[in-house]
């Protein structure tokens, strides 16, 4: 699934596209992706200009002139594509610009999602009510990190999965955030020293920060809006790489939770 540092670079993607562009064409293809798609997207978001793109955790914004916001989920295997040389039977929003350029949405399993909602309510838009802040963003810090997990008994990894913990983080990058941190995914979370989360937090950075300026990690069908794949999975520390040994020496290993794998070294990760 992509996560915050794909769908930051997928957002990257569609403003040197979208930003200032008017949408002379939106067509939905099907009625809906995992949950119906809005009955009027196309009246609403035809001849409309985007004023502004942006990103909330996993989800990608794109607003317009008529007050009204796009709200994509790119699910498990969801990608946007820049002037594809031809349409298939995956692409099932197509939006045309004018400047001539056009931009579909392809997603082969369909578990993404498209909503509208209002620019000056997107905030209370159901799934970010809950949220907690993002990772990247100026309100996470160890202080607000520790009173999230006060009192959890949970593992680590488990806690920072929770998007009511932290806003945008997957599996993928907390494997390699802990590793960084030398936190073992085990560990409870509410037992973490403030100095070892001031630790975490500086480790969820770096990583999310590494992987965007990498374009992401390139998983089953994830690619840029360009077509380009990211390079982060290159730069891996521990995930996917069970048996292979680690910058210590000692091999990685993997573990299964929730239905997840998990990636730790041993003897780094305490």
Not at 92 to 115: K, M, Q, V, Y
């Amino acid at each position: 699934m992509p996560e915050l540092p794909e769908v930051e670079t997928t957002v990257a993607g569609l403003r040197s596209v979208l930003d200032g562009a008017v949408l002379t064409r939106v067509e939905p293809r099907r009625a809906d992706l995992r949950w119906p798609i809005p009955v009027d997207l196309r009246q609403r978001l035809t001849g409309a200009t985007v004023t502004a793109l942006s990103r909330r955790a996993k989800y990608g914004l794109i607003g317009t002139d008529r007050g009204d916001t796009l709200i994509f989920h790119l699910g498990m295997s969801g990608r946007w594509r820049i002037d594809p040389s031809e349409i298939g039977a995956h692409d099932h929003l197509l939006i045309e610009t004018g400047a001539g350029r056009l931009l579909s949405l392809n997603d082969p399993r369909r578990f993404g999602s498209l909503d509208l909602v209002r620019s000056d309510a997107w905030e209370s838009y159901n799934p970010f009510t809950r949220m907690g802040p993002e990772p990247l963003g100026p309100h996470f810090d160890a202080a607000s990190l520790a009173a999230a997990l006060k009192g959890k008994a949970t593992s680590i990894k488990a806690a920072l999965l929770d998007q009511r913990v932290v806003a945008g983080l997957g599996n993928i990058y907390v494997c390699e955030a802990l590793h960084m941190a030398g936190i073992a995914p085990t560990h409870a979370a509410g037992r973490i020293s403030r100095a070892r989360l001031a630790l975490l937090v500086d480790s969820i950075r770096a990583v999310l920060s590494a992987a965007i300026a990498a374009g992401g990690s390139t998983l089953r069908d994830y690619a840029r809006p360009d077509g380009e794949l990211g390079y982060f999975s290159k730069q891996w520390r521990v995930y996917g790489r069970e048996g292979e040994p680690c910058s210590c020496g000692a091999l990685i290993r993997r573990r299964v939770d929730g239905g997840r794998s998990t990636f730790f070294c041993p003897k780094c990760q305490k």
